[in-house]
């Protein structure tokens, strides 16, 4: 019963992550014109693949909601093109210096170091560009722009670039827990939290339940991470197509160098736990997505 239930949960992913591929596609700039070099690895990088778990995660929470409209759409194809220029610069030389990414060869490999920087800002930009147009779309035209705020801070200095800052200030230093709890917080956790709680409060959620989906979304992001630290100890390249052992080559501390793997995996549980708890005290019922977050904590690559 269990292996019916998780091959029907799979199959189900499938189909979900068709879907959110061809709302990112649509979104995606035309590649032509002087600049077209540009085009070409933004969309080469926004293409090469992954789980599309942040656009899913939103979508699924507008879902639980009870939203139904194309309002969300711009704001799915935003927060995975903010992702996907947090990955292009984490790759290049002055950071992790990574040659393979989702199987391919990374940005800066492609097209050149000046081209992937320029590639990681023009998506940054271009997506705040895509969210805004969610403006003239949604029945609530200020909770659109209001959502628009939430991407924004969630992406800069508050969030996921300000974890980007602490984690490479540190690198190559031993890093106490309570700073790396604040970089998985930021530096993961903060674009699951901006994802989740823009489809919430795009669905017409309240303040109370979009705080409540902000707790739950910062559990998930930090579980996640946890399980990537495990990942990159276990894995093989095949599986995760991108170098294992990266943490390890860049002298990284992570949560497995500091609390080993078996309490890495015990508190990926553990905080996998909590977050399930706190969707079942929301509104609505959506299977799905209390199975896509027990998914990503149990996931081999």
Not at 246 to 256: A, F, G, I, L, P
């Amino acid at each position: 019963m269990a292996a019916a239930k998780e091959a029907g949960l799979r199959e189900l992913l499938s189909q979900r992550t068709k879907e959110v591929e061809e709302v990112v596609g649509r979104y995606l700039p035309e590649e032509a014109g002087h600049q077209r070099i540009i085009f070409e690895a933004m969309n080469y990088s926004v293409r090469a693949g992954g789980k599309r778990l942040r656009p899913m995660l939103m979508q699924e929470t507008y879902r639980l909601f009870g939203g139904c409209g194309q309002e969300i759409e711009p704001f799915m194809a935003a927060v995975e093109m903010i992702h996907t220029s947090s990955l292009i610069h984490d790759d290049l030389p002055c950071m992790d210096n990574d040659e393979l990414r989702r199987g391919k060869p990374t940005t800066w490999v492609k097209y050149g170091y000046d081209m992937a920087v320029l590639a990681g800002d023009a998506l940054l930009i271009y997506a705040v560009e895509t969210a805004a147009k969610a403006c003239a779309m949604a029945r609530d035209a200020a909770a659109a722009a209001k959502a628009v705020g939430i991407l924004a801070q969630k992406t800069g200095v508050y969030g996921m670039i300000g974890g980007q800052v602490v984690d490479v200030q540190l690198t190559n230093k031993p890093v106490p827990r309570e700073k790396l709890d604040f970089i998985y917080r930021l530096k993961t956790g903060a674009l699951l939290e901006a994802s989740m709680m823009i489809g919430a409060l795009l669905a017409g959620a309240g303040e109370k339940e979009v705080k409540q989906v902000e707790e739950l979304a910062s559990l998930v992001g930090v579980a996640f991470q946890i399980q990537d630290d495990i990942l990159d100890v276990t894995a093989t390249t095949e599986q995760l197509g991108k170098p294992v052992l990266s943490d390890e080559k860049n002298q990284k501390t992570t949560y497995v160098t500091l609390e080993g793997i078996e309490k890495a995996r015990r508190d990926a549980a553990e905080l996998s736990d909590r977050a399930i708890a706190l969707l079942k005290g929301l509104p609505g019922e959506n299977p799905f997505l209390e199975g896509l977050i027990r998914m990503l904590i149990t996931r081999e690559k």
